[in-house]
């Protein structure tokens, strides 16, 4: 069964201090791999796309990877402004254009 | 930029009453898609439509229909809403195509009492 897990479920950074959320997936043939960002009581905003293991793409303070079997959105020097619920979905092969989502990681940054 | 917007924000009706939530696209997009966020479940899809006319199950239809009459527009109807169903609910879509990324709305958060 296609699968999405997301670590940790809740992480606190003080401004400043780098560190990684982790994206866990089974899935039978990936097409495409996908971080949205999203804020209280909105809905979630594109971030990247991620098509093959090893390809990175980053935006700002935010760098996604993608290996055959998970993906890190790494968070560097982070500030408050980036505090957010991360969350993490794919596409697996197939007819449809379904996604399958994580439960997301809550990032907190303190001044 | 691509927009999809929902019609309301937040929305609140009483049991067994009919509900309607519409969601449009301005960017041309073959899939719609409509899901729930609820705490710690995550997103779930309710049912999606590949084209005009056209629906599709998701993971959760149950006391829910849909309805694609143009394009551009995609509603999503609760027959006989009940507290359960109680959540955020979030319209999103996408191009048809490998790894197509999809775009989301505001959402609209219901409160059925």
């Known amino acids: 069964e296609d699968q999405v897990t997301q670590s940790p479920e809740a992480l606190r950074l003080q401004e400043g201090e780098s560190s990684s959320l982790n994206c866990s997936y089974t899935v039978s043939g990936l097409r495409g791999l996908f971080w949205y960002r999203q804020d209280p009581g909105k809905g979630p905003e594109f971030l990247f796309t991620?098509?093959?293991a090893g390809e990175e793409k980053e935006k700002e303070r935010l760098k996604a990877t993608l290996t055959k079997k998970e993906s890190f959105l790494h968070i560097t020097a982070p500030k408050p402004e980036d505090s957010a619920t991360y969350l993490c979905a794919v596409q697996a092969g197939g007819a449809t254009n379904k996604l399958i989502f994580g439960t997301g990681t809550l990032l907190a940054v303190q001044p | 930029d691509v927009k999809v917007t929902q019609s309301s924000r937040y929305l609140v009706k009483r049991t067994g009453e009919k509900v309607f939530l519409e969601c449009v696209q301005d960017?041309?997009?073959?899939?719609m898609f409509w899901y729930r966020q609820d705490p710690g479940l995550g997103l779930r899809l309710i049912y999606f439509s590949y084209d005009v006319k056209m629906k599709e199950k998701g993971d959760i239809p149950e006391g829910y229909s849909v309805s694609r009459e143009k394009k551009e527009r995609f509603s999503l109807i609760l027959e006989s809403a009940s507290t359960n169903q109680t959540s955020m609910y979030l319209c999103?879509?996408?191009?048809?195509?490998?790894?197509?990324?999809?775009?989301f709305g505001p959402g609209t958060r219901l409160l059925v009492l």
């Open positions: 960017m041309d997009h073959e899939n």
């Open positions: 991620l098509y093959s």
């Open positions: 999103a879509s996408s191009s048809s195509g490998q790894g197509e990324t999809q775009y």
